[in-house]
């Protein structure tokens, strides 16, 4: 019912955005969408149904086929058959030595698929999620970029007054410019992966709006990398669901394999029923048969029909083919094992390199707002430590430069951690549980970092 209320909410609020341009969206309501809108996850679920037919097709076998045919006409010289005004039968399969093996190969087939459906949930609940910690990083970058712009900015201006007066050099000034250049372009390719995005976003969700805005609240807090390396550790491992998607359809292919084989000098036992009305008064039957008394008759029967192949060549080639399909699967099973367990073991390994950056870049930034507060603070007092240079306001707008360049590199690696804690979740198989313990929970918002730099009094 809560869940229900929650998709009513954000459809009548994205309604209400339809013909905007822009629109906000939190974390939650973004993955609800795309779990429900992605082409993926109902091409998934179109496979699973084609499962679960394929399923139900092989134990029908044993329930009774019903038939009806019927004709009348008129007929002169020898018969060509008995005339049946109409019959009807039935059929049905008692034994089949194959048969319980193909019932199991189709319901490995549909675990198979189920598996497969739940991995690419987590694909889209993925890519969902890193578009939107993506788009909320890349805003908040864009915000530090406009005021780090403006620093620059000032700094050109300030340096053309030297340059004017005699106190500064025509190289300071053009490197100045190049500065404020260089973060102009920085901002423009920006905002084109803003955009980018935003559109991406939009795909996903299903709703034709181009611009969106994150809502940094609503992202709740990622596991720690250690966490995650723990629960992929050889006493605690988690299987992903492509594994076990691969190793259901393995297991499929070797019951269907096992029943091709137990086809030959096996006995398949079947039921028929009939019953038929026979009227011979509009053709010379009794004529040619005369022990056909009556002109119509009732015939009936019920008989168990037992079928033991010997000889069959195309059906012993197609259990050759099916012994090399399972063969494969098996094979192919084991080999996206071992790629994926190298893949996420060297994720794991670089996601601790991306926290200790993290890390890293987060001092480096502190650094930086430790030399702008120094230099405020000796642009106000007048004073120099140990009779240093006279702190200039080119030296301030530098400073403040600096600090918002470390914050901008801070935000960027911090990324490209939060997308390893993402990519590490899928591959535990348990990104669906995190999501739902978020959505279940207040968010608790992301460590908040400064986002303006000090300004002086």
């Known amino acids: 019912m809560q869940a229900a209320l929650r998709l009513a909410t954000v459809l009548a609020i994205l309604a209400a955005f339809a013909g905007k341009s822009s629109a906000q969206i939190s974390l939650s309501s973004a993955v609800d969408l795309a779990l429900r809108n992605d082409p993926r996850v109902k091409v998934g679920q179109a496979e699973v149904n084609k499962a679960a037919a394929a399923l139900a097709q092989t134990r029908d076998v044993y329930l009774p086929t019903a038939s009806v045919d019927g004709g009348y006409g008129q007929g002169l010289g020898v018969p060509t058959g008995l005339p049946t005004v109409f019959s009807f039968s039935s059929q049905s399969l008692l034994f089949n030595f194959s048969q319980r093996d193909n019932i199991r190969a189709a319901v490995a087939a549909l675990d198979s698929a189920r598996f497969a459906l739940r991995d690419t949930h987590d694909q889209v609940a993925e890519d969902a999620v890193v578009t939107y910690l993506n788009l909320d990083n890349d805003q908040r970058r864009q915000t530090a970029m406009n005021q780090e712009f403006e620093f620059a900015d000032r700094l050109v201006n300030i340096v053309q007054d030297r340059v004017d007066a005699g106190q500064d050099t025509r190289t300071s000034l053009l490197r100045a410019r190049?500065?404020?250049?260089?973060?102009?372009?920085?901002?423009?390719?920006?905002?084109?992966?803003?955009?980018?995005?935003?559109?991406?976003?939009?795909?996903?969700?299903?709703?034709?709006?181009?611009?969106?805005?994150?809502?940094?609240?609503?992202?709740?807090?990622?596991?720690?990398?250690?966490?995650?390396?723990?629960?992929?550790?050889?006493?605690?491992?988690?299987?992903?669901?492509?594994?076990?998607?691969?190793?259901?359809?393995?297991?499929?292919?070797?019951?269907?394999?096992?029943?091709?084989?137990?086809?030959?000098?096996?006995?398949?036992?079947?039921?028929?029923?009939?019953?038929?009305?026979?009227?011979?008064?509009?053709?010379?039957?009794?004529?040619?048969?005369?022990?056909?008394?009556?002109?119509?008759?009732?015939?009936?029967?019920?008989?168990?029909?037992?079928?033991?192949?010997?000889?069959?060549?195309?059906?012993?080639?197609?259990?050759?083919?099916?012994?090399?399909?399972?063969?494969?699967?098996?094979?192919?099973?084991?080999?996206?094992?071992?790629?994926?367990?190298?893949?996420?073991?060297?994720?794991?390994?670089?996601?601790?390199?991306?926290?200790?950056?993290?890390?890293?870049?987060?001092?480096?930034?502190?650094?930086?707002?430790?030399?702008?507060?120094?230099?405020?603070?000796?642009?106000?007092?007048?004073?120099?430590?140990?009779?240093?240079?006279?702190?200039?306001?080119?030296?301030?707008?530098?400073?403040?430069?600096?600090?918002?360049?470390?914050?901008?590199?801070?935000?960027?690696?911090?990324?490209?951690?939060?997308?390893?804690?993402?990519?590490?979740?899928?591959?535990?198989?348990?990104?669906?549980d995190w999501l739902k313990s978020a959505l279940a929970a207040p968010a608790t918002p992301s460590p908040s970092l400064q986002t303006a730099p000090p300004t002086s009094q």
């Open 178 to 432: 190049r500065t404020a250049k260089q973060i102009e372009l920085d901002k423009l390719q920006l905002a084109d992966d803003i955009a980018a995005l935003s559109a991406h976003l939009s795909h996903l969700i299903g709703f034709p709006i181009t611009s969106f805005t994150a809502v940094s609240d609503s992202i709740p807090a990622l596991p720690s990398i250690a966490s995650l390396v723990e629960s992929t550790t050889p006493s605690g491992q988690t299987d992903a669901f492509v594994l076990e998607s691969a190793d259901a359809n393995a297991r499929s292919k070797q019951e269907l394999a096992f029943g091709e084989h137990r086809y030959l000098l096996r006995p398949q036992i079947s039921l028929a029923v009939n019953y038929s009305r026979i009227d011979t008064g509009q053709n010379d039957y009794t004529t040619y048969y005369p022990s056909f008394k009556s002109k119509s008759e009732n015939a009936a029967s019920v008989y168990f029909q037992i079928t033991i192949p010997i000889y069959d060549r195309r059906h012993q080639e197609e259990s050759r083919e099916a012994s090399a399909e399972a063969s494969r699967a098996t094979f192919e099973a084991a080999v996206q094992r071992t790629q994926f367990l190298e893949s996420r073991f060297k994720l794991q390994h670089s996601a601790t390199e991306l926290a200790t950056r993290a890390e890293l870049a987060e001092i480096d930034r502190d650094l930086a707002e430790e030399q702008l507060n120094s230099t405020l603070i000796q642009l106000q007092s007048g004073a120099q430590p140990n009779g240093a240079a006279v702190m200039t306001p080119e030296d301030e707008q530098n400073a403040r430069l600096q600090e918002r360049q470390r914050y901008i590199e801070l935000l960027s690696t911090q990324f490209e951690l939060q997308q390893a804690q993402v990519n590490l979740l899928r591959q535990t198989g348990v990104l669906d």
